[in-house]
């Protein structure tokens, strides 16, 4: 009898090592198979703003060994057009998604319903709102950043910011990554008595009404973000803006062009290199655990005055720009 009991549990234990075997097996079988693919949809793909972005995920894609596609698209996307093209990538075999998610309340019901598909990553911005359904997100801290802004314009101006007037731009200003900063910006100038004299966004257009030059006189325009920077910076070279002077958050070679031309005193850069490297990272992991979930991926960012442009510690990042 104890013999039997002997011989039952060491076959027990055989089987067992044999599971855990064909498990390990089964996990690594992928790399006799052709690579996951992940298909990555953002605004504007081709924009040089994203150029940093596009290099930090052909170099993950390389180290992890992942086929990624960037999705051809031209400036913003709505709900419905966003949905239909990560529908399209997931017909065509893609295995997860990194999405840039559009602005909006319906947004994050959309993308419960590709998680079911596909594993989703988000870039740039989250997009559940306070108290809603959170999705991984790659992305910089945007209070910090806008707070980081709002320094360097008291660190310039001291005690002369009292009674100054501001202007606010951004491109997409109902985006979260957008709302943060201006938060954070805000914040930190609490006290300082300075007055926003205006807040707008979107109104880059052709038409002589859609402009900042419109807008009234302000001493200060404050960018959030790289689209408005670089075309505060258009406009600062063009005398179009009644001698105000640009803080932006910006990172693209033309953000730092205006910068160098001193129409941009200050430039808050994302490193939008680890953005595109860390996002692809955290899903290739993902895909080669289906029961690991992703995680939440901080990037950071520099504070780049004229001055400070081309010094050593900042070359690698204008070099990630070039890209």
């Known amino acids: 009898m104890k013999n039997s009991k002997k011989v039952f549990i060491l076959t027990e234990a055989v089987l067992g090592v044999l599971v855990l075997i064909l498990a390990v097996i089964m996990l690594l079988d992928r790399n006799g198979k052709e ?23 052909r170099m993950a894609a390389k180290d992890r060994q992942v086929e990624v596609s960037v999705v051809p698209t031209e400036g913003a996307m709505t709900l419905e057009e966003e949905q239909e093209l990560i529908e399209q990538e997931i017909y065509n075999g893609a295995d997860g998604v990194i ?25 740039g911005s989250a997009a559940a709102k306070e108290g809603g359904e959170t999705f991984p997100v790659t992305q910089p801290d945007n209070y910090a950043m806008g707070q980081a802004l709002a ?46 004299s205006w807040n707008v966004e979107d109104i880059f257009g052709e038409e002589e009404t859609n402009s900042l030059e419109s807008l ?36 693209s070679t033309e953000a730092v062009y205006y910068l160098d031309n001193g129409r941009t005193q200050c430039l808050v850069v994302p490193d939008e290199f680890n953005v595109g490297y860390q996002s692809l990272d955290e899903m290739s992991r993902k895909l080669g655990h289906s029961f690991r979930k992703m995680k939440d991926r901080q990037t950071i960012y520099t504070v780049i005055q004229r001055d400070t442009l081309f010094t050593k ?6 070099f990630t720009m070039s890209q």
Not at 102 to 122: A, F, N, Q, R, Y
Not at 313 to 318: A, I, K, W
Request: aromatic residues 6%; contains cysteine; hydrophobic residues 40%.
């Open 35 to 57: 690579p996951y693919k992940v298909s990555v949809i953002i605004e504007n793909s081709e924009d040089n703003q994203w150029a940093a972005f596009r290099y930090g995920l």
């Open 99 to 123: 999405v840039q998610p559009v602005p909006g309340s319906d947004t994050e019901e959309m993308l419960k319903k590709i998680e079911k598909k596909v594993p989703v990553m988000l870039v």
């Open 151 to 196: 320094e360097e314009l008291i660190r310039d101006c001291a005690d002369n910011l009292r009674g100054k007037s501001l202007g606010i731009v951004s491109c997409a200003g109902d985006s979260q990554a957008v709302q943060e900063r201006s938060a954070g910006f805000q914040e930190a100038l609490k006290g300082m008595g300075t007055r926003v």
């Open 216 to 251: 009234p006189k302000v001493d200060f325009v404050i960018a959030l973000d790289d689209g408005s920077t670089t075309a505060a910076g258009e406009y600062s070279a063009s005398n179009d803006l009644h001698g105000a002077i640009v803080y932006g958050i910006g990172n």
């Open 313 to 318: 510690e900042n070359q690698e990042l204008l």
